[in-house]
């Protein structure tokens, strides 16, 4: 069974940093795209890091280039998303999702999404 499970959100000041954590089974990432996205209620997923399992490559999003980072541990199938230099309008519920033929920030290509983790920035 393919699980992703999101942890390590919560409330931090502006200007603080947070990392989140993908933990993933039923599968092998590296084979995968894990795509983190963000959702503020009322408006659309965004899709902010995809990572390239297969290649460590990554791409970011305009609203977090230079501010979020994203790594992985292949010995415990986990992809981590640093954040850092936090704005009150990176407030939203943080979700990874995993596609095995796909590479983007379209939400509908990916078929597998963790239950998600709130984070709130504070100003």
């Known amino acids: 069974e393919v699980q992703l499970v999101e942890s390590g959100g919560g409330l931090v000041q502006a200007g603080g940093s947070l990392r989140l954590s993908c933990a993933t089974s039923?599968?092998?990432?590296?084979?995968?795209?894990i795509a983190w996205f963000r959702q503020v209620p009322g408006k659309e997923r965004e899709g902010i890091s995809c990572f390239n399992g297969r290649d460590g490559t990554t791409h970011y999003a305009n609203s977090v280039k230079g501010r979020f980072t994203t790594s992985s541990d292949s010995a415990k199938n986990t992809v981590y998303l640093q954040m850092s230099s936090l704005k009150p309008d990176d407030t939203a519920v943080y979700y990874c999702?995993?596609?095995?033929?796909?590479?983007?920030?379209?939400?509908?290509?990916?078929?597998?999404w963790g239950q998600g983790t709130q984070v709130t920035v504070s100003s």
């Open positions: 039923g599968f092998t990432f590296r084979d995968y795209t």
């Open positions: 999702a995993a596609s095995g033929w796909t590479w983007g920030f379209r939400s509908d290509d990916y078929d597998y």
